[in-house]
């Protein structure tokens, strides 16, 4: 098949709208990612710089060589440029102050507490959860775990090293600072986290439309900004997936852009801004 001028894109690579299609049916088959076409001037602009990096002349030579055995970790690549890791500390407050002042003080007669964050992205957010329980439960509360998740390895090596700038711990409360956050032995102008947030949390990468090997039932599931990848059938997908891993009366916390729907929104009532509360028994959908 001849490429097309009329249908390329103006810059280093030719980009036909058959490249990008090819491109657009992968991510949603491998990772459930939704690319409209609108994004194909994006969907250029990042992956050039792969095409680059494998020394490539051609999108239709990128599309085979992620077809080749041994290439996952650019499939990888892949998912991680045309998806954005924008993360803090303690972002969407409204999320953690339900975790403290509504679901803290019901965890704190139970012996085992299970958290997952899933999209973690470089750590901000299981750590921020780690303080927030760390600070509320009752001194030595023992079988606490935080499952944190990424499809991404190279944004959860950083994560697994929870080592920050300080202006990126600028929106850690005052008192949190100075009890879990501590210069950083190899970085003398970062901080780093401390010991006990560390101890707490198991980081793993995990693709969230793949199988999942863990049981459950978590207490609460932090899944923000994630599902505004995905195209509606994935979410109402993933939102059901996330109810069966949720005990009765678990909350799960979505991004402020996202909306629970489809047959996963009759398991829940509504607890908040963008903060869902798992039914103890079926009941009537909500209005969304």
């Known amino acids: 098949m001849s490429l097309a001028a009329a249908d390329a894109l103006p810059g280093e690579f030719a980009f036909t709208d058959a490249d990008f299609e090819a491109l ?3 991510a949603r ?3 459930g990612l939704s690319l409209a076409t609108s994004k194909k001037p994006l969907v250029y602009s990042r992956l050039a710089r792969r095409l680059r ?7 239709r030579d990128y599309m085979s060589l992620l077809d080749k055995e041994g290439e996952g970790a650019e499939r990888l690549e892949l998912v991680s440029a045309l998806t954005t890791n924008v993360t803090s500390f303690f972002r969407e407050k409204h999320h953690f ?3 403290r002042s509504v679901l803290i003080p019901e965890l704190a007669g139970q012996r085992r507490i299970r958290i ?9 957010e299981p750590f921020s959860i780690a ?3 760390l600070d509320g439960l009752p001194p030595g509360t023992r079988d606490l775990r935080i499952l944190a998740t990424d499809i991404d390895p190279a944004i959860l090596r950083r994560a697994r090293r929870g080592i920050y ?3 990126d711990c600028e929106t850690v409360p005052a008192e949190f600072r100075q009890r879990w956050l501590r210069a950083a032995r ?3 102008d970062s901080l780093e986290t401390g010991p006990d947030l560390r101890a707490l949390i198991s980081f793993a990468e995990l693709n969230l439309i793949c199988d999942w090997p863990f049981n459950g039932p978590f207490d609460a599931i932090f899944c923000r900004n994630v599902a505004i990848y995905f195209d509606q059938e994935t979410q109402q997908r993933l939102w059901s997936r996330f109810t069966a891993k949720l005990r009765a009366g678990g909350f799960l916390f979505i991004g402020h852009s996202e909306r629970l729907s489809g047959p996963a929104l009759a398991e829940f009532t509504t607890a908040g801004v963008t903060t869902y509360r798992k039914r103890a028994l079926p009941g009537p959908a909500q209005p969304s």
Do not use: K, N, V, Y
């Open 116 to 124: 997952w964050s899933a999209g973690c992205s470089s750590g901000q």
């Open 24 to 26: 657009a049916r992968l």
């Open 29 to 31: 088959a491998e990772f």
């Open 165 to 167: 700038p300080p202006e």
């Open 53 to 59: 990096a494998r020394g490539l002349a051609t999108f």
């Open 131 to 133: 303080m927030t329980l």
């Open 186 to 188: 190899d970085d003398a």
């Open 97 to 99: 102050e339900t975790l």
